[in-house]
């Protein structure tokens, strides 16, 4: 069916200006400042935009739905997380892949793929994590790069013994990364660094989830930033640096940028308005806020919000990783070592940059559509199909009402988790109709949508 936004905001990250939007099939066909519906075909769509702001769909660049993390798995799966992603105005996603230490990358990518076709309702990609890198592992990367797509993997410097890699071998991907034009995305810590504070922490009866942030302060973030960046330097490699939480990390990128580095940063929307204080809550209730990199001290909402502004951060991401707090979580009540790190935030991502960056006054609309969908598009090759709204663009389009007020709630969530790690705190704005490739797939909070009707996303 053919779709016309009319009287709308039209917001990208390089335009602002009163137009209407027309689709038809998948892509966007015309924009013009009035488009008159009469000569269009009787069974267009047409929706009033008027008072609201008319984005490209939201891309999050970083998001875990099946994972399999410290003896659990997250509690969406693809059909959840990707409504909840959708009614949120995330219209494209790229899930983390996270394979074991034996495990092969072609199966595991077959396993992932095989989930999001049965289950995804968003447009989806997926970053393949390297945690074995043998010869078989290389050739089978060579294989996903030449013929499955795959444009992108991820390496931690972090979790010693299940998810680390070796710098042998990650200079080794790092030479192939370069050679076959891909990008390294990466966690950056010290795992070594890490490991030890735990086990001194737990040694000395300091086990709440309280301690997880000491055991993993920002000098190990910095450490970890730095050795990737140098690394890159030695190989000439592409890097984008996940989840960054704090100003003195996005600063040593920054510096490797100008020494000649090709590195791009992302933050993650619980670091950007959550802080320390949040996972030193009474009665085991800060585990819901374990993650890692940990929530820091409030001043880094400054230092992150200031480096978006300066476009020195370019994407924000959500990290999302869906534990329950009721049988997941309190597997940790005797170490916050056994607590599975993550917090829900795809369906709540957009609103909260627009109440706590736009509304605020720390970044601008078009500033939060570059970092909120076109950075991602441009870095991981899916521009300008998406995280645009130009003619031959697909037609993900978020009719957006700035004026909408309500705090959130666990219970207005789709995904499957059971608490809301921002309950309560103020939103303004919300996604009132949300389509995917000319389709409208969200109204006021619901899914309205088929099932499973995501693709993945051709990536160059």
């Not at 100003?247 to 670091?271: N, Q």
Request: net charge negative; charged share 25%.
């Amino acid at each position: 069916m053919p779709l016309l936004i009319k009287n709308g905001r039209v917001i990208t990250s390089t335009e602002d200006r009163m137009a209407d939007v027309y689709a038809e099939g998948e892509t966007i066909t015309r924009i013009e400042d009035t488009i008159d519906p009469s000569g269009l075909p009787d069974d267009t769509e047409i929706i009033d935009a008027k008072g609201r702001y008319v984005f490209p769909g939201f891309i999050d660049p970083h998001v875990h739905i099946h994972l399999p993390f410290m003896g659990t798995n997250a509690i969406d799966d693809h059909a959840s997380a990707t409504k909840a992603a959708l009614v949120g105005g995330t219209t494209s996603i790229i899930e983390m892949i996270c394979p074991g230490p034996d495990d092969e990358p072609a199966a595991a990518f077959k396993e992932w793929k095989d989930l999001a076709e049965a289950g995804a309702c968003c447009d989806w990609s997926f970053h393949l994590s390297v945690v074995r890198f043998d010869e078989l592992a290389e050739r089978q990367v060579r294989d996903l790069v030449a013929n499955h797509g795959v444009r992108s993997f991820k390496i931690f410097l972090a979790y010693k013994g299940a998810l680390d890699i070796s710098d042998e071998n990650l200079f080794r991907l790092m030479q192939l990364a370069k050679e076959l034009d891909i990008i390294i995305t990466a966690h950056c810590e010290n795992a070594e660094a890490v490991n030890a504070m735990q086990e001194k922490l737990i040694s000395e009866g300091r086990t709440g989830p309280e301690w997880h942030e000491p055991s993993r302060p920002r000098s190990v973030e910095l450490d970890g930033v730095n050795h990737l960046c140098t690394f890159a330097e030695l190989t000439g490699a592409r890097i984008y640096i996940v989840h960054t939480s704090c100003g003195a990390a996005v600063e040593r990128a920054m510096t490797a940028r100008k020494a000649g580095v090709d590195v791009t940063v992302e933050a993650v929307i619980p670091h950007l308005v959550l802080d320390s204080s949040w996972a030193e809550r009474p009665d085991f209730e800060g585990a819901k806020y374990v993650m890692s990199p940990p929530l820091r001290d409030p001043e880094e909402h400054d230092n992150l919000w200031e480096a978006l502004s300066d476009r020195h951060v370019a994407t924000i991401g959500t990290d999302h990783a869906p534990f329950n707090f009721k049988g997941q979580k309190d597997m940790g009540r005797d170490a916050f070592t056994k607590i599975p790190n993550g917090i829900p935030s795809i369906q709540e991502r957009v609103d909260l940059v627009h109440t706590y960056g736009v509304c605020a006054g720390r970044i601008d609309l078009q500033t939060m559509v570059d970092s909120c969908s076109t950075q991602a598009a441009r870095t991981f090759g899916m521009y300008p199909r998406k995280g645009e709204i130009a003619v031959g663009s697909d037609a993900d389009l978020v009719i957006y009402d700035p004026s909408y007020e309500s705090p959130f709630c666990e219970s207005d969530s789709l995904s499957k988790v059971d608490y809301c790690g921002y309950e309560g705190m103020e939103r303004r704005g919300r996604a009132e109709v949300v389509t995917l490739r000319g389709q409208v797939v969200a109204r006021d909070g619901r899914y309205v949508g088929p099932e499973s009707a995501g693709c993945q996303i051709p990536r160059t």
